[in-house]
């Protein structure tokens, strides 16, 4: 991220083959703001030294994440604030040209770091989940949502696609619960924090269930999926909480699949 001026910076690519990526972003962005959802504005693309990258608003505000770990008597307020913002960003139907979610998963399922147990049961059970028309936003988490003047702005829209929204929900469950945070030292040392991100999870989800419905079956679903989708992203620090999640979920057609082989 790089400033151009005091209203706008430039998001660049890390490498010239994200072009799609950008294009994607952008896209979920333009959408996003047409519906009046909360996201930074996006002004156009530029490329520098063959990388491709967007101007967006530039955002002065902390990191709702920064906020509650700087600020713990605003701590109350912000489960409202993330449980509203997510499910106004499900009430957008998403662009046919964005990439289908379950597409997406296979293509990380099928990455070496998943073990090919694991791999075989979350494909097969990822051909049964819904489709779902839904902006997808991937990412979604308090280091992702900044405030700014009169509201709050969601970013990082890497990950965007059309979903069915519980499968966002279960991603933003992995993550709140169990994700390692960068620069808070190791695993060891942030398993105190666990009571804290249960809390902050439950009150996310009750303020989510006040705005918009929630079906608990597909979230139950969608969880051991996106865990085993997520070891392609190779996050030691969480890779045995990843398998455990996975396995648990998908216990019954691992059985099946050995059974099959037997």
């Not at 979920?28 to 693309?45: C, D, I, K, M, Q």
């Not at 604030?81 to 046919?96: D, F, N, Q």
């Not at 992702?144 to 509201?151: D, I, K, P």
Request: proline residues 7%; without cysteine; aromatic residues 6%.
């Amino acid at each position: 991220m790089f400033a151009i001026d005091e209203d706008r910076v430039l998001r660049l690519a890390r490498r010239p083959d994200m072009r799609e990526a950008v294009e994607r972003e952008q896209l979920a962005l333009s959408t996003a703001s047409r519906s009046g959802a909360p996201v930074p504005a996006v002004y156009e693309t530029l490329e520098v030294d063959g990388r491709p990258g967007l101007v967006l608003e530039r955002l002065e505000g902390a990191d709702l994440l920064t906020t509650m770990l700087t600020r713990p008597w605003k701590l109350p307020a912000m489960p409202r604030v993330l449980g509203r913002l997510h499910a106004s960003l499900h009430e957008i139907r998403a662009p046919a040209e964005l990439p289908e979610l379950r597409g997406e998963l296979r293509r990380r399922l099928e990455s070496e770091l998943v073990p090919e147990a694991l791999r075989a049961a979350a494909i097969r059970a990822l051909a049964a989940l819904p489709e779902g028309d839904r902006l997808y936003h991937g990412d979604f988490h308090p280091g992702n949502v900044l405030r700014r003047a009169g509201g709050y702005a969601v970013i990082d829209w890497k990950n965007v696609a059309r979903a069915d929204p519980a499968a966002d929900l279960a991603r933003t469950r992995l993550l709140m619960i169990g994700a390692w945070i960068p620069g808070l030292g190791s695993r060891l040392l942030q398993l105190p924090l666990a009571p804290f991100r249960w809390l902050l999870y439950a009150a996310y989800m009750r303020a989510y269930r006040r705005a918009r419905a929630v079906d608990r079956k597909s979230l139950t679903v969608w969880r051991p999926v996106l865990a085993a989708a997520r070891l392609a992203e190779d996050i030691p620090q969480e890779r045995r909480r990843l398998i455990r999640i996975a396995r648990r979920g998908l216990n019954h057609r691992i059985a099946a699949l050995d059974e099959g082989m037997s």
